[in-house]
């Protein structure tokens, strides 16, 4: 078999998988990332806990190119030149036969977002997101605000899953440490409905949940901005908080409005069902072997359809098997969008949720105990199987 060159940008879960399978059918792959590690970000919710090292939750890229035999470069991108399958990097200017572009996307930007920490951010914010709790537990007590964002223009790229994780955890922690009663906890979200797109049997759970922890909510208002203090919502009212931890819904990467990539409304790549960039040009000059995958993509598919690391590495998978087929001469490809669906374990300290969502409806059942241990090995596995250690599990 002839062996191509694949330019893959990004070391998140679409570029790693994109890279172990293309390593797979035998073709030369190069990574550029500007982190030296893989970072599992569905167990980095146990940072601010205490229960996890922030170093657990890191995999160095460079060992988990050395397991597969591809290559990383370690460089910031600067511009994308997708006509010509050229990326200009800091440290110089890099080509292929096939160019995959999954560098993730940007973030929504709000007013006084210099007071609020994000777990969906980048990494170190989990650290400080536990130096902030730890500091209100030294200081007896305190107003915590836990909440995230949605982007009009694209609605998948919403992480709301990770901010009820980190919330539930905080309340477990403080209620085990006996000292629950000292801190107020708040969750906040500009939608009607957060929650609404894992279906209306996980919406009504929720709130018997909130009800049941005695956690505060304050839905249905846009937000107008942050402050030192708390949240100012669109009609002046306000949550008084000590600290703020808010998620916002992703947009376009930065780089991407640079390039001569094609975009949505919200920035994000377009792609065609096999993940390949749909440019605007005739058919006869369409550029032809350039991907784009996971966070970075406007992603098809129904109203509840959302952005999970599954989906990440399904498009890589997906996208390894279509240059190959490319490579090959052949016609066949594979498609993202039959395997759109939400999946998660979502942790609550001391169990957890299985939910699943898909066009047949939603559903989540409670994992009392076992969840948390069925989430924590997931994380073993996830590391380990990266890695090469252990055999892969079919479809994960």
């Known amino acids: 078999m002839t062996q191509h060159h694949v330019l893959i940008l990004g070391g998140g879960f679409a570029g790693v998988e994109a890279a172990i399978f293309l390593r797979k059918k035998g073709h030369k792959v190069t990574m550029i990332s500007n982190r030296d590690y893989f970072y599992i970000f569905p167990t980095s919710i146990w940072v601010p806990t205490g229960e996890v090292d922030f170093e657990d939750i890191k995999v160095p890229l460079r060992e988990i190119a050395e397991a597969h ?6 460089d910031e991108v600067q511009e994308i ?9 800091a440290g110089g200017e890099h080509t292929a036969e096939f160019l995959v572009i999954a560098m993730g996307s940007g973030k929504m930007q709000h007013a006084g977002a210099e007071n609020f920490l994000s777990i969906c951010g980048v990494p170190e914010d989990s650290l400080q997101i536990k130096d902030k709790i730890d500091a209100l537990i030294a200081q007896g007590g305190g107003k915590i605000a836990f909440g ?5 223009k694209d609605a998948s790229n919403v992480r709301g899953g990770p901010v009820f994780e980190v919330l539930f955890n905080v309340h477990n922690m403080l209620k085990k440490k006996g000292i629950l009663d000292q801190f107020e906890l708040t ?9 609404a797109r894992m279906g209306h049997q996980a919406v009504k759970m929720m709130d018997i949940y909130f009800d049941k922890l005695g956690i505060k909510t304050q839905v249905g208002k846009k937000i107008k901005r942050f402050e030192a203090d708390g949240i100012v919502f669109e009609d002046d009212s306000k949550i008084e908080s000590d600290f703020t931890m808010f998620v916002p819904a992703g947009n376009g990467h930065p780089v991407f409005a640079d390039s001569d990539l094609p975009l949505n409304e919200a920035g994000l790549i377009k792609i065609n069902d096999y993940s390949e960039v749909m440019h605007d040009y005739d058919e006869s000059s369409e550029v032809y072997g350039v991907f784009a995958i996971g966070d970075s993509v406007a992603l098809d598919g129904p109203d509840w359809r959302a952005k999970q690391g599954h989906i990440a590495e399904v498009m890589g998978r997906n996208v390894a098997v279509n240059i190959d087929e490319m490579a090959k001469g052949n016609e066949r490809r594979e498609s993202y969008i039959h395997h759109l669906n939400i999946l998660c374990v979502m942790d609550g300290g001391n169990g957890a949720s299985f939910v699943f969502r898909n066009d047949k409806g939603g559903k989540m059942i409670p994992l009392p105990v076992v969840g948390h241990w069925l989430k ?4 073993w ?11 892969r599990i079919p479809g994960m």
């Open 69 to 74: 035999g591809f290559e990383v470069i370690l």
């Open 81 to 89: 030149i997708s006509k010509e399958k050229r990326v200009v990097c």
């Open 148 to 152: 995230f964002g949605g982007n009009p």
């Open 187 to 195: 969750f906040f979200a500009p939608m009607e409905s957060p929650g």
């Open 376 to 379: 924590k090995g997931w994380g």
């Open 381 to 391: 596995y996830c590391r380990n199987s990266k890695l090469g250690k252990i055999p």
